[in-house]
């Protein structure tokens, strides 16, 4: 039984498994040691995700009972809390103390099913706000941004701080990505959602930050032999075990 | 719970979550909808993957016990049983009657597991010898490529054979792939493993064999509401049911 990595998230993490995704990228690398199951809702807040985690992620005995725990969870919202409450996306708008809030309670609700289970927070991305107005997803007369990049920045402390009081591991992708020159084409197709680079570095800060938590192609056993460590002479002898 | 799709295979099965890849591609189509499960193995022939399925399929019991049947299982071998037995890949090569035996054999095995779950036969694909040549995988002082394209079409036939004989649908991708004029270059990367073109042909194909089958996003409710369902007033009332 290959141990699951599960990704809850927003669009982010739904789309992730588009070319080049940062999902399917994950599922690639572990193409043979984990399964990599995509748990995304685009459009999602933590306020949604909260109400509907236990649809999510059904409880043992309903899930068939036997499952092991997942190896890891990474939980990416925030994108979508941070959505201006007075724009044309304010009904997604979560509060920051509320959106940190309800992180600990996702990250709570998963601690108490699976105690061993490696949760991941991810803050949201930074926002290019001029890209924002030249890809509206909903009708937006005002002229203004739905999201801005200083709103998103409040949110991704608040995950941090969240992260750090339950003593879960993070990624900073609204810090790490603005490090790069140029960010705002580099890994915003839209302002918001991710290029292939942009998923490339998503993809590497998820891999780096399991490795870190012992989730790694060196530590995962492969799921039956290699064509490697195949016997020529005598293939089938290598299915004995 | 989702419905599940296994994609049980060969190496073109396990890099199927690359870059553009077709497992990826039938992830992100079913993203809200079905799991889609890797369980493909580099260099398998069906006479391994005979001795290995009870391990990649346990079951029910060993598995957990409460988990859904899948909706349907990829069965795609044949490139490696189709290395000729007297070439620089013989160790893999598996008699065209035993091909379509064992072919035979693993449906009947996952359908005594699983009986209402849809079977898909993918025969495979054709094979570009000048390319095998240029890429070769193990040492070939022979020149002679390690596969033919008319060894693999005998396989094809097998796997249709095999399809007919248990009412199973099949994917000719032998034939289909062909028709199309520059196939060699157009579908196939090394002779052998899939371009990003004859990813998206396998990813088609797939689509449309299963939407013949009853599994669509037409047929598959979504898991959790869209979006574009959530009722902008009072977002968490379409939570409630």
């Not at 790694?216 to 039956?224: G, I, M, Q, R, Y």
Request: proline content about 9%.
């Amino acid at each position: 039984m290959r141990p699951k990595i599960y990704l809850f998230g927003d669009s982010i993490t739904e789309e992730s498994f588009s070319d080049g995704g940062w999902g399917s990228s994950l599922a690639n690398h572990f193409s043979r040691t984990a399964d990599v199951v995509l748990r995304g809702y685009s459009g999602y807040n933590t306020r949604w995700a909260l109400k509907v985690k236990e649809k999510v992620f059904p409880p043992p005995q309903q899930s068939g009972g036997g499952d092991a725990p997942p190896a890891a969870v990474t939980v990416f919202f925030g994108a979508n809390d941070a959505s201006l409450p007075d724009r044309c996306s304010g009904f997604q708008h979560v509060p920051p103390d509320e959106y940190k809030q309800n992180l600990l309670s996702i990250v709570a609700f998963l601690k108490k099913q699976w105690p061993s289970t490696c949760i991941i927070l991810i803050t949201p991305p930074p926002i290019d706000e001029a890209a924002r107005l030249l890809h509206p997803y909903v009708d937006n007369p005002s002229g203004l941004p739905e999201r801005t990049n200083e709103a998103a920045g409040i949110y991704a402390k608040q995950c941090l701080a969240a992260a750090a009081e339950c003593g879960r591991p993070s990624i900073n992708l609204w810090e790490k990505m603005q490090q790069f020159p140029g960010w705002e084409k580099a890994y915003l197709r839209d302002g918001l959602h991710l290029t292939c680079n942009g998923n490339k570095f998503v993809f590497e800060e998820v891999v780096k930050r399991l490795k870190e938590e012992g989730i790694s192609l060196e530590n995962l056993p492969a799921d039956l032999p290699l064509i490697s460590e195949i016997d020529t002479d005598n293939p089938l002898k290598s299915f004995d075990n």
